[in-house]
């Protein structure tokens, strides 16, 4: 029973390349949501999924877009990395409604 | 989106009691009040989480205020572990946006 798993956990990335942040859950959770983490700064809310199919843009969305490609997985890619997307990412899902969310590990990007 | 504010650092000594305090002045009927901790390098874990009633777990106790505009997450017994960020969430009772605030930086002293 793995929860919520992140792949890949560190990644480099020169201005302009794109990529792909897969999260995957086995908890059979409908909420999934992707976050993001600069440097001693609190977590900022990229973009949610409330159910399969349904995606919603969070506090910081741009330069991002999201899949939820079933229940299990979230993607979050980005088209252009740019030096400001240098962050820790992570992922989270939730249940029924007011039930905790549920963190994955984490994925380093840095972009140079 | 309704807001949480906490203070930005707090101290403690270890073995003693910790008080973390949060505000949530435009609270809603339908928001449940959530904690969570993050220890440093890792994700953020659950905590507790309430909604109008005083709540006990095995790691904190949840203090809610009458008129819900405030709580505070109660450690009983601070340890070296519990050196983290904890942040105090508003979790609408819908398939909604979570917000997270900046949070308290809680440090134990020896």
């Known amino acids: 029973n793995a929860g919520v798993t992140q792949t890949p956990k560190f990644q480099v990335l020169k201005t302009g390349q794109s990529m792909t942040l897969q999260c995957a859950q086995d908890?059979?959770?409908?909420?999934m949501y992707w976050y993001r983490q600069d440097p001693g700064m609190g977590l900022r809310l990229i973009y949610y999924?409330?159910?399969?199919?349904?995606?919603d843009k969070g506090e910081v969305p741009n330069g991002y877009n999201v899949s939820r490609l079933n229940k299990r997985e979230f993607s979050l890619r980005l088209e252009s990395a740019a030096p400001s997307q240098t962050s820790v990412y992570f992922c989270?899902?939730?249940?029924?409604?007011?039930?905790?969310?549920?963190f994955g590990n984490g994925t380093r990007l840095t972009v140079t | 989106d309704a807001k949480t504010t906490q203070p930005n650092s707090m101290e403690s000594n270890e073995e003693e009691p910790v008080h973390l305090p949060c505000n949530h002045s435009?609270?809603?009927?339908?928001?449940?009040i959530h904690w969570y901790r993050q220890l440093p390098s890792q994700g953020p874990e659950y905590v507790i989480h309430?909604?109008?009633s005083n709540v006990n777990n095995r790691m904190a106790s949840l203090a809610i205020a009458e008129d819900r505009k405030s709580s505070t997450l109660i450690l009983h017994r601070a340890t070296l572990r519990d050196a983290a960020v904890y942040y105090c969430?508003?979790?609408?009772?819908?398939?909604?946006?979570?917000?997270f605030g900046p949070g308290t930086s809680l440090s134990v002293i020896p």
């Open positions: 309430g909604l109008t």
């Open positions: 999924s409330a159910s399969e199919g349904t995606t």
């Open positions: 435009t609270i809603s009927g339908t928001d449940y």
């Open positions: 969430i508003l979790n609408r009772a819908s398939y909604d946006k979570v917000i």
């Open positions: 989270a899902t939730a249940g029924r409604y007011n039930s905790p969310l549920h």
């Open positions: 908890m059979n959770h409908n909420s």
